[in-house]
């Protein structure tokens, strides 16, 4: 434990972003406290009213079941015994790119499939073990309690449900993982701060989800399926097994392709997808669950890291400096890794956290961002995002994807990439290069 860092954290929101974040802060700090304006479901499988995207496919990445197994050892193994299934991302998974699937071959790379419900449910199971963690629910953070004299934080403000008294919570450092309606850019305004430049990528997206009933022969033995949007077929979706012997089915699409939420109308949304998984277990499986929809607007990225100013005792995280488009599944692992470096800041200089910590989150940050918003620019033709050394790298990557329909080495060059578990850098590589041209020479030949 750093004593420079004082003894009493709060946290704001406790959904994935905030329960990592805690996790983090509880190596620093006597006590740590997680505030959320929902309550917890007893069931570990019921989803948080307070998050509406849990009901749909999430996509815990190579990189980020790595790092939770270091941060809660056991982890994988836990989860397994309550039904979520392991799979090679490469062997086991069909990665559907631009012109048919990557080719299958054994990566390493460890895949563990389950709702986000049971994923959340155990990542705050395992926090709150921690003898100097609670969480208080039923609570509402209405806003920050700054000194006057130097702007610095020294706790928050909150409400509790049904009541209209506010009380103060005092804390040594405050962290908001309040998502991507963080509320903190306009808390900003009333205490003379500098609001954070925001960059934001309209998408309008929308995808729809059901649940099904799963038996391994409906889709020979795979067992999951990933669809990317691209030029040629912006639909994306997955189809992913969960827990309870069930699949999870996933589709959408940009500016007005959506998947509708009747079952004739997800059956030939499906049969437009390019990957016939998707419409097969539309048609043999049994439906356990209603269609619901997902609206997502817009990606959006706060850049903290390049305020001159920023209060001190205040830190802000995951979501809420970034949300991606979710269909790149990103998210959760983004947190992930950013839960790691805000461990290792909080052993440095407590008077430059918050300029330390935000610089690792923006290179965190940094290539999911350049990839969601790079691969959306292009299939929406965003001419903001979309200039000329977008569409090169665009079209390279075309040829990349056709080069994995038969190169293993290619495919698996990509997925490392997309799992966040290795550079961008590593596919223009100058053998990279060559296999590349060569695979998509000899595709379009044939």
């Known amino acids: 434990m750093n004593p420079r860092n004082g003894r009493h954290a709060v946290v704001i929101g406790a959904s994935m972003g905030g329960l990592l974040a805690a996790r983090a802060l509880a190596e620093h700090f006597e006590q740590v406290t997680v505030l959320e304006r929902d309550t917890f479901p007893d069931d570990a499988g019921e989803n948080r009213k307070g998050v509406p995207q849990g009901l749909h496919a999430h996509g815990l990445l190579g990189q980020g079941r790595l790092i939770l197994e270091q941060l809660f050892p056991g982890f994988t193994t836990e989860l397994e015994r309550q039904g979520a299934i392991l799979g090679d991302l490469g062997g086991e998974t069909s990665w559907f790119h631009h012109a048919g699937f990557h080719r299958h071959h054994d990566s390493g790379i460890v895949g563990l499939f389950a709702s986000r419900p049971l994923l959340e449910a155990h990542v705050r199971r395992r926090l709150l073990a921690l003898p100097n963690v609670r969480a208080i629910t039923g609570v509402d953070v209405s806003g920050l309690h700054v000194v006057p004299s130097d702007g610095s934080v020294v706790g928050v403000y909150l409400r509790r449900t049904y009541e209209n008294d506010m009380e103060a919570l005092p804390a040594n450092l405050v962290v908001d993982?309040?998502?991507?309606?963080?509320?903190?850019?306009?808390?900003?305004?009333?205490?003379?701060?500098?609001?954070?430049?925001?960059?934001?990528?309209q998408v309008g997206l929308r995808y729809t989800t059901r649940v099904y009933r799963r038996r391994p022969e409906h889709v020979d033995g795979i067992k999951a399926v990933v669809k990317a949007g691209s030029l040629n077929n912006s639909r994306g979706g997955a189809l992913l097994p969960i827990e309870g012997d069930r699949w999870i089915l996933s589709m959408g699409g940009y500016d007005g392709d959506h998947a509708p939420a009747d079952e004739a109308g997800m059956l030939e949304y499906a049969r437009g997808m390019g990957a016939p998984q998707f419409a097969s277990v539309i048609e043999q499986a049994e439906p356990v669950s209603d269609p619901i929809t997902y609206r997502f607007p817009a990606s959006v990225r706060r850049r903290y890291?390049?305020?001159?100013?920023?209060?001190?005792?205040?830190?802000?995280f995951g979501d809420a400096i970034c949300s991606f488009n979710p269909v790149y599944g990103q998210g959760m692992t983004v947190a992930v890794m950013q839960s790691l470096a805000l461990r290792d800041e909080l052993a440095g200089d407590a008077n430059t956290l918050a300029q330390r910590f935000f610089r690792r989150a923006a290179r965190i940050?940094?290539?999911?961002?350049?990839?969601?918003?790079?691969?959306?620019?292009?299939?929406?033709?965003?001419?903001?995002?979309?200039?000329?050394?977008?569409?090169?790298?665009?079209?390279?990557?075309?040829?990349l994807h056709t080069a994995a329909l038969s190169d293993a080495r290619v495919a698996d060059a990509f997925l490392r990439v997309a799992n966040l578990m290795a550079a961008p850098t590593v596919l223009l590589a100058p053998a990279m290069l060559w296999r590349v041209w060569r695979g998509a020479r000899t595709a379009r030949a044939r």
């Open 365 to 399: 940050v940094d290539t999911p961002w350049t990839i969601v918003i790079g691969t959306d620019a292009r299939i929406l033709d965003i001419d903001k995002h979309n200039g000329l050394g977008n569409r090169l790298l665009g079209g390279y990557l075309d040829n």
């Open 177 to 201: 993982a309040s998502g991507r309606g963080s509320r903190l850019p306009i808390w900003f305004a009333s205490f003379d701060f500098e609001r954070p430049r925001e960059e934001r990528v």
């Open 305 to 316: 890291e390049r305020l001159r100013r920023f209060p001190r005792g205040l830190l802000v």
